[in-house]
């Protein structure tokens, strides 16, 4: 997928799933578990606004999201620095307070980026 916004030449690769697997979203550095990539080196806001809206928003809430690498601890603790009322950012930071391992957590659109509110229709 032609992904631009984080940069102007950035790709994704979309794996439509299997019989027994659940589709997948390698998203390099376009989409983090509860963040998005910077747009200040060499991309741009509204574009990347436009990447999410016609190409991440339609795929199925199952996908899963593998990014490049994550910042998801940090990204929770950004999130409720800004909305400290944030049910499902309290929640899963809860969580990997509980011991659930952020290096192996695996998120999907429809929990890492509709519920946590990163983009919407």
Known sequence: MDTPGHT????????SGAESEQPALFCG???????IGRCDLGGAPEIMYQTFVEQ???????????????YIENNLQFTLDR??????AQSLCAQ??????????????????????????
């Not at 991440?56 to 994550?70: E, K, M, N, W």
């Open 56 to 70: 991440f928003y339609p795929l199925a809430d199952d996908v899963r999201i593998f990014p490049g690498h994550d």
């Open 96 to 121: 990997f307070k509980a011991g659930l391992s952020a290096e192996s957590y695996v998120s999907t659109i429809g929990h890492g980026a509709r519920n946590q509110c990163l983009f919407s229709p």
């Open 83 to 88: 909305e400290p009322d944030n049910q499902s």
């Open 8 to 15: 102007m030449s950035h790709i994704c690769l979309y794996f």
């Open 29 to 35: 550095d376009t989409l983090f578990n509860a963040g």
